[in-house]
């Protein structure tokens, strides 16, 4: 421990001497039992990251915690879940530091942009924002504070990271090619029939019927009667004001049963009566159009877009564990 705060004080030029030191730690030591409660966390370069600030970002799921375990359990739980918010507490910390010497700032004016935007989203006026922050125990200060550190973040990660994204046509085609089922149009089925109810506690005398009066209009259709006038005269279906027209479907649309029977059907021939879990069919086929793939430069923002995720999530990590490498980090307390 003495080690780690003579680092902190080294590096922001107030180097100490030991005896120095040695008065210090006395007087930690004399208030170990409050630092627990707001001591140091992480020392993260020249900064720090406290207990209580932690303790800030986990308190709603702490709060839910508390409902539902107790014992070991709850204090397993809650030091895993102090844990999971350090870290990106660290990478924060790091990631102001890499803009710091890059030389990337925020200005007055980029934080005003940023409190109108938020008040003109929430309809808000400057008396209202005011009773909101003092709600959550915020003032002013501390609010444009945390608007400056979050545009400064996104500024140097903008800077580092997104700027330098780039999708290669390469990339472009090999992901297409990849995915290209993604892209698949189901083929469409445009069909007519004549349909034969059956009901849907019927007996086998109904059932019988129905069949046999499916089979009866199929032999007019065999010995040339007209499809739409024979559908109009004895379909049970609201098609048959239409003359037996259905429309037009994607694969996977229709009844199951029926789709199959189209399957082996060419645009004009009609089907054996099929039974469905409504009744009987005769189908017929009108037209069919075969399932093809959108093209690639009808998905290429599309998949640009995707690629571009990918890409910039991997190489945030990679950032990310590039400057933790550089960085001095030390973790004092995990909950």
Known sequence: MANDLQHVLKRRGHWIGWACLGLLMSHFHAVWAEQVLDGIAAIVNDNIITISEVHEVIAPEALELDKRYYGTELEMRRRELFRNALQPLIDVEIQIERAKQLNI??????????????????????????????????????????ISRSLLLSKVVNFEVQSRLVITEAELQEAYKQQQNRFRVAGELTVSHILFLVPEQATAEQEVQAKQKAEAVLQKLRAGGDFAQLASQYSDGPSAQNAGLLGTFRTGELLPGFEEAIASLQPGEISEPVRTQIGWHIIRLESAQAGDYKPLEAVREELTTELKRAKFERNYKEWIESLRQQSYIKVLYEG
């Open 105 to 146: 700032t925020v200005q007055a004016a980029d934080i005003d942009r940023q409190v109108e935007q938020l008040k003109e989203a929430n309809q808000l006026t400057d008396a209202q924002l005011e009773e909101i922050l003092q709600s959550r125990g915020l003032t002013t200060e501390a609010h444009r504070e945390q």
